[in-house]
């Protein structure tokens, strides 16, 4: 009797232990998402894009406005919303960015914090949307899987799936197609790409556009977990000690770096006292600077005087 009750915990443990890692690391998928989008203008144009966040919310609103209004299924809304924040990716980097490229980094900075706020407040000036906290009605929501005894739910499931298929799709592209050969040649060296016949600022702007796409991602994927509200960007400053973990030049690294935040931060909120889940992801990086500066990914970065 005692062994059979020992084994019924031993299972329980095991089940609650599963779910913790399928939240952490739905939750990392996130982080992931969104950190891709700093490494990605990093590395295509040395500039960090604080408004990452704030792109992710827009994306989210764009889906939850495509549905409201206009009557979209989420399947309809969901990709629309995407490739309309692309399209706002590549305008913000013609008009606001490309003016002060060669400026100071802090200005460049200071810029995409403003972009941040300034998108904050036209969302929360919207009536009947801006002001308020909404949830974003999918096909899935509320549905959960049962896993050998475990209760898991649909929505991290298709986190965690189509963060995959994404990555899968962004290596695809990176190995095997022009343009992905060719940003990769940009990010090595503007210079040299642009004297080889490469349309570097073309491709900039294809990046900012791509990233904005991926934030949009992030946010439509996230909005079903939590709920569609204007200060949900915010979740932009746990993503960037993800890029920094996993080095803020390597895209497999934001991967990895996001899922590393999303786990400690879903055992850190379990096992650890109240509040030491918000700061969990922070004492990462502190302990990733002491140990590995340059992230599990990142290279040896130096310059010649």
Known sequence: MALAVVGGAQRESGL??????????????????????FVLIYKATET????????MMLGAFGGLVLMRSLGLSFWFAAPLAVVAMMALGVALERLVIRPILGQPQFTIVMLTIGVGYVARGLITMVPQIGSDTSTLDVPYKGQVLNW???????EQVAVIAVTALLCLLLYAMFRYSKLGVAMQAASQNQLAAYYMGIPVRRLNGLVWGLSAGVAALAGLLLAPITFVHVN??????KAFPAAVVGGFGSLPGAIVGGLV????EAFAGFYLPEGFKDIAAYVVVLVMLVVKPNGLFGGAMRKKV
């Open 16 to 37: 609650a232990l599963l779910q913790l890692v399928i939240s952490g690391v739905a939750l990392g998928c996130i982080y992931a998402l969104i950190a891709l989008g």
């Open 48 to 55: 960090v894009n604080f408004a990452q966040g704030e792109l």
């Open 148 to 154: 050998g005894g475990a209760v898991i739910s649909v």
């Open 232 to 237: 949900m960007g915010f979740i932009g400053l």
């Open 261 to 264: 935040i999303g786990l400690v």
